[in-house]
């Protein structure tokens, strides 16, 4: 049974067409899925995430996660023939591939294909935007939360295996700082950090903490896509 979005969210005829040339891949914790430079495999994202990352001189930077809401290798799929972007797996999956020269000739016979990466680069667009106004806006603390609500949406269960390293690079900033940031989740009881280890406690808890830092971007892709990504807490289950 196919788990990513996108591909459920096309019509069962452009899905057949896809079909014949994907074939499942492993994506293992630490996975370098690419590099900067030629894309020749696209991946259709089922369980996991990944990290999307820019190198810029000697830094980088995490632009996203990407989990079974998404696809990698967005450019080569719109007629690119390099990426700017790294990817690492965040959190050990599955995925479903296959090859840019597959997919774009059925996507230039098949319109709704195209069409449908192109909503979810509008989708990728907002998050990115959001996460630009958490990086302005909310404390170290705040965007741990909208950090680990995210990759909490990308999952199953509740507990995620995290190390400070990982989310220290996600956020930007040093160990020490989210070593504090994560006793003030769990002292506030949102979370439960042990290990490596982490579980969310209260998700209704972190999305008020994060306040309207997190949500819209997530009811952007439920609306491009036609697929709820957050697992919103009840009481803002919207849509």
Same mark, same amino acid.
């Given at each position: 049974? @196919?788990?990513?979005?996108?591909?459920?969210?096309?019509?069962?005829?452009?899905?057949?067409? +896809?079909?014949?040339?994907?074939?499942?891949?492993?994506?293992?914790? !630490?996975?370098?899925?690419?590099?900067?430079?030629?894309?020749?495999?696209?991946?259709?994202?089922?369980?996991?995430?990944?990290?999307?990352?820019?190198? *810029?001189? $000697?830094?980088?930077? /995490?632009?996203?996660?990407? #989990?079974?809401?998404?696809?990698?290798?967005?450019?080569?799929?719109?007629?690119?023939?390099?990426?700017?972007?790294?990817? @690492?797996?965040?959190?050990? #999956?599955?995925?479903?591939?296959?090859?840019?020269?597959?997919?774009?000739?059925?996507?230039?016979?098949?319109?709704?294909?195209?069409?449908?990466?192109?909503?979810?680069?509008?989708?990728?667009?907002?998050?990115?935007?959001?996460?630009?106004?958490?990086?302005?806006?909310?404390? *170290?603390?705040?965007?741990?939360?909208?950090? +680990?609500?995210?990759?909490?949406?990308?999952?199953?269960?509740?507990?995620?295996?995290?190390?400070?390293? *990982?989310?220290?690079?996600?956020? !930007?900033?040093?160990?020490?700082? *989210?070593?504090?940031?994560?006793?003030?989740? /769990? =002292? !506030?009881?949102?979370?439960?950090?042990?290990?490596? $280890?982490?579980?969310? %406690?209260?998700?209704? $808890?972190? /999305?008020?903490?994060?306040?309207?830092?997190? =949500?819209?971007?997530?009811?952007?892709?439920?609306? +491009?896509? #036609?697929? %709820?990504?957050? $697992?919103?807490?009840?009481?803002?289950?919207? @849509?």
């Amino acid at each position: 049974m @196919i788990q990513n979005k996108l591909l459920c969210a096309l019509a069962p005829d452009d899905l057949d067409a +896809l079909r014949p040339h994907l074939t499942p891949a492993e994506l293992p914790l !630490g996975l370098i899925v690419s590099l900067p430079g030629p894309r020749h495999v696209i991946y259709f994202i089922e369980t996991g995430f990944v990290s999307i990352i820019l190198p *810029v001189g $000697k830094l980088d930077t /995490e632009m996203g996660l990407v #989990g079974r809401e998404g696809m990698l290798g967005v450019p080569a799929a719109l007629g690119s023939d390099t990426t700017p972007y790294r990817v @690492i797996v965040r959190h050990p #999956g599955r995925a479903l591939c296959m090859s840019v020269e597959a997919f774009r000739q059925v996507a230039a016979t098949r319109p709704a294909v195209g069409a449908l990466v192109l909503r979810f680069v509008q989708a990728e667009i907002a998050q990115l935007a959001y996460t630009s106004f958490a990086n302005a806006y909310l404390s *170290v603390p705040g965007r741990l939360a909208r950090w +680990l609500l995210m990759a909490h949406d990308r999952i199953d269960g509740e507990t995620l295996t995290l190390t400070h390293d *990982v989310l220290s690079f996600g956020l !930007g900033v040093q160990r020490p700082r *989210v070593t504090v940031s994560l006793h003030d989740l /769990e =002292g !506030g009881h949102m979370i439960r950090s042990d290990r490596g $280890k982490l579980t969310i %406690r209260d998700r209704s $808890k972190l /999305e008020a903490f994060v306040g309207d830092c997190y =949500g819209p971007a997530e009811a952007a892709y439920a609306q +491009l896509i #036609g697929s %709820r990504l957050s $697992k919103f807490a009840p009481e803002r289950q919207t @849509i």
